[in-house]
């Protein structure tokens, strides 16, 4: 969509990265650990400084305590860090429980290293986990439950009550869970129920974070993996031979910057005024507005306006009406179609309002 969405000189809410730029200090700390000579590899598990932040935070948050040196891995990307956690323990024909919509890497990255994606869905409206469902294709061959919360693509968030279903279905088994938390900081109006907030699943779980998403910077491909010591170990035979390290200056530069707790404990309500303003700016359009608890999507639903497919309405807007979102049906396998689509709001105010002056006349 966001190749179309140039070839048509589209508004482009497709694709979940910014439209404006990153903090100037974050470049300015980068430019001054490249003047400083920190251009060369940095330690396969992440310079210390970085490290020892990290574990302060997650402490400070979710008072969960991971030893610097053996339980935190930074990586480039938190796609990298999602693909070697499944490279580290899935075999084949080992299953791995998806689900769906699901960010499109789970099931490439399963299926390469041979195991099963079995698939659970969320429904239309309120994509809320069925965890009768999830109990019924657990089987002796579950490896991995895959968790993704704030989600992405529909924006919902995980309960108290989803938790303490994942704590007893896994129970006394040894199924790991694989949580992508990359929206972590980006949560209205609750608190992110991290993994790492109960020992019972923190003990089994690889935490997936990003940089890139929490400091604008989505193109510098950073972020990190938080896991007991014995995944950590696995999880690293892995990350050897894929990258080994990750961009060194910037690692110097996002310790600094994570130092100053409010360069992330402010991002919720950063964008929270951006999902508001979005969301006052449409409210008159015959789009269906749905509910958004966490990350950067807003999810519309568009059966008041037409009743095609969701590709085929997506691609006429970019082409027809210049803006350019993407179609849930294709994070599904099965491509389960409930004519909604998906709008990126981390974009400026002034695209905002270009956007819903668009939506409005649709």
């Not at 429980?97 to 990255?109: H, L």
């Not at 964008?271 to 807003?298: A, W």
């Not at 294709?330 to 689509?341: I, Q």
Request: hydrophobic fraction near 40%; proline fraction near 5%.
């Amino acid at each position: 969509m966001s190749a179309l969405a140039r070839e048509q000189s589209a508004l482009n809410l497709s694709q979940g990265f910014p439209d404006f730029n990153c903090s100037p200090e974050l470049i300015s700390l980068v430019n001054k650990y490249m003047k400083k000579g920190f251009n060369q590899y940095a330690p396969m598990r992440g310079v210390q400084p970085l490290l020892d932040v990290i574990a302060e935070k997650t402490e400070a948050l979710y008072g969960a305590i991971y030893h610097p040196e053996k339980e935190i891995t930074i990586m480039p990307g938190g796609t990298l860090g999602i693909y070697a956690a499944i490279s580290a323990v899935i075999r084949e024909n080992d299953e791995v429980v998806i689900i769906e919509p699901a960010y499109d890497s789970y099931i490439p990255a399963i299926e390469l290293n041979g195991g099963k994606a079995v698939h659970v869905e969320l429904r239309y409206p309120d994509y809320k986990i069925d965890w009768d469902e999830v109990k019924k294709v657990i089987t002796y061959r579950t490896r991995m439950i895959i968790i993704n919360t704030p989600h992405n693509p529909t924006g919902s968030t995980l309960s108290e009550d989803g938790i303490q279903q994942l704590i007893k279905i896994t129970k006394d088994t040894d199924i790991i869970v694989l949580s992508d938390e990359v929206y972590e900081h980006i949560i209205f109006d609750e608190p992110h129920l991290s993994m790492a907030r109960y020992p019972e699943l923190a003990e089994r779980s690889f935490i997936v974070s990003s940089f890139g998403k929490t400091y604008h910077t989505t193109g510098w491909k950073m972020g990190y993996v938080v896991a007991p010591e014995n995944l950590t170990k696995e999880l690293r035979k892995v990350y050897q031979f894929m990258a080994f390290s990750a961009n060194t200056p910037i690692q110097y530069a996002l310790a600094d910057m994570l130092k100053d707790p409010s360069s992330y404990l402010e991002l919720s309500q950063f964008y929270q005024q951006k999902r508001d303003l979005f969301q006052s700016l449409i409210r008159d359009s015959r789009f269906e507005i749905l509910p958004c608890s966490g990350s950067y999507f807003q999810l519309l639903n568009y059966d008041a306006i037409s009743d095609e497919a969701d590709v085929d309405f997506a691609r006429r807007l970019t082409i027809e009406k210049k803006i350019a979102s993407i179609p849930i049906s294709v994070f599904y396998r099965m491509k389960t179609d409930s004519h909604v689509l998906r709008f990126c709001f981390a974009k400026s105010d002034e695209t905002l309002k270009q956007a819903a002056e668009i939506l409005c006349k649709i």
